[in-house]
């Protein structure tokens, strides 16, 4: 089984930051993308940023310039610096990791979320 872990979330002013961490631990052969979703209250699941094996990233048009999606392969981490924070940032931030537990098979895995609140 695997556990996406996440943690850093809290209280910040506006223009604040704050970095995210997600851990994946359990049966992992490997991880393809990695990437952060967030969920404001009454609005859908969104995109905040993605990042491949390779390096490569995808950010949100809204975040652009203030979020930095990074990870560590060998420690199966994902990491979300987020700067100039604004009242409109707050949600629930969710890990999202595609994982393969053996040659071929991999299995889209979400962590439980942490909540980010930006005060004005």
């Known amino acids: 089984q695997v556990q996406l872990v996440e943690s850093g979330g809290g209280l910040v002013q506006a223009g604040g930051s704050l970095r995210l961490s997600c851990a994946a631990s359990?049966?992992?052969?490997?991880?393809?993308?990695m990437g952060w979703y967030r969920q404001a209250p009454g609005k859908q699941r969104e995109l905040v940023a993605a990042?491949?094996?390779?390096?490569?990233?995808n950010y949100a048009d809204s975040v652009k310039g203030r979020f930095t999606i990074s990870r560590d392969n060998a420690k199966n981490t994902v990491y979300l610096q987020m700067n100039s924070l604004k009242p409109e940032d707050t949600a629930v931030y969710y890990c999202?990791?595609?994982?393969?537990?053996?040659?071929?098979?991999?299995?889209?895995?979400w962590g439980k979320g942490t909540l980010v609140t930006v005060s004005s």
């Open positions: 359990g049966r992992i052969f490997g991880i393809n993308a």
């Open positions: 990042i491949t094996s390779g390096g490569s990233t």
């Open positions: 999202n990791a595609d994982i393969f537990y053996t040659v071929g098979y991999a299995v889209d895995y």
